[in-house]
């Protein structure tokens, strides 16, 4: 009685083992994945910060630079220039 009662009890304890460790299993692959994500995104990151730290140096040193973005992005001109817009 005692012996089929101890083997049952660990029968128990051996599914109860298996179920969490096959769930730790997909966990740990879940997380895993998350991870690969989250490294490839902070790469993505790293690699536009230089970008744009190339830009601000290039600001920083260059007159041309600056006029360029002045005039690409805000629409300025200098004082002596007229602008002609052509109809599309």
Same mark, same amino acid.
């Given at each position: 009685?005692? &012996?089929?009662?101890? @083997?049952? &009890?660990? +029968?128990? @304890?051996?599914? =109860? /083992? +298996?179920?969490? /460790?096959?769930?730790?299993? +997909? #966990?740990?692959?879940?997380?895993?994945?998350?991870? #690969?994500?989250?490294?490839?995104?902070?790469?993505?990151?790293? /690699?536009?910060?230089?970008?744009?730290? /190339?830009?601000?140096?290039?600001?920083?040193?260059?007159?041309? +630079?600056?006029?360029? =973005?002045?005039?690409?992005?805000?629409?300025?001109?200098?004082?002596?220039?007229?602008?002609?817009?052509?109809?599309?």
């Amino acid at each position: 009685m005692f &012996g089929k009662l101890l @083997v049952g &009890g660990l +029968a128990i @304890v051996l599914a =109860v /083992a +298996a179920f969490l /460790a096959i769930r730790a299993y +997909a #966990d740990y692959h879940e997380l895993a994945g998350e991870r #690969d994500e989250v490294l490839a995104e902070n790469a993505r990151l790293e /690699a536009e910060n230089r970008q744009l730290q /190339a830009q601000i140096d290039a600001l920083k040193k260059s007159d041309a +630079a600056v006029e360029k =973005v002045a005039r690409e992005r805000l629409g300025l001109i200098k004082e002596d220039e007229v602008i002609y817009e052509l109809p599309d």
